[in-house]
Nanobody, 128 residues
Framework: QLQLVESGGGLVQSGGSLKLSCAAS????????IGWFRQAPGKEREAVSC????????SYADSMKDRFTISRDNAKNTVFLTVNSLKVEDTAIYYC?????????????????????WGQGTSVTVSS
């Protein structure tokens, strides 16, 4: 069965870095577009980045371009999100999501409604 499991979150001081993982099972990663989203308490879910796991194309929200990097390791069936220079406002639950390439146009990969499968999230807390 298709499953996404996020890991790598935790409590980090501002200025530090984290590398979050999204491990996929039950399907081949290269057949999907993978997105990273985050949601802070009381706020709407916002897009961070997405990647076409087949051809490697990436996209970032404008506010995320400088400090966030999305990458993949198809051999390990895993997508990563590296966050540098963490700020308190980065505190949120981070989710990964998957959508079939043949159904999810890459131009829509920053829209949460475009995805069919979601992980449970991993919590990131940044202290000042």
């Amino acid at each position: 069965q298709l499953q996404l499991v996020e890991s790598g979150g935790g409590l980090v001081q501002s200025g530090g870095s984290l590398k979050l993982s999204c491990a996929a099972s039950g399907f081949r990663l290269d057949g999907y577009v993978i997105g990273w989203f985050r949601q802070a308490p009381g706020k709407e879910r916002e897009a961070v980045s997405c990647i076409d796991s087949s051809d490697g194309r990436t996209s970032y929200a404008d506010s995320m371009k400088d400090r966030f990097t999305i990458s993949r390791d198809n051999a390990k069936n895993t997508v990563f999100l590296t966050v540098n220079s963490l700020k308190v406002e980065d505190t949120a639950i981070y989710y990964c999501a998957a959508g079939r390439r043949r159904l999810l146009m890459f131009s829509r990969c920053m829209m949460s409604q475009a995805y069919d499968y979601w992980g449970q999230g991993t919590s990131v807390t940044v202290s000042s």
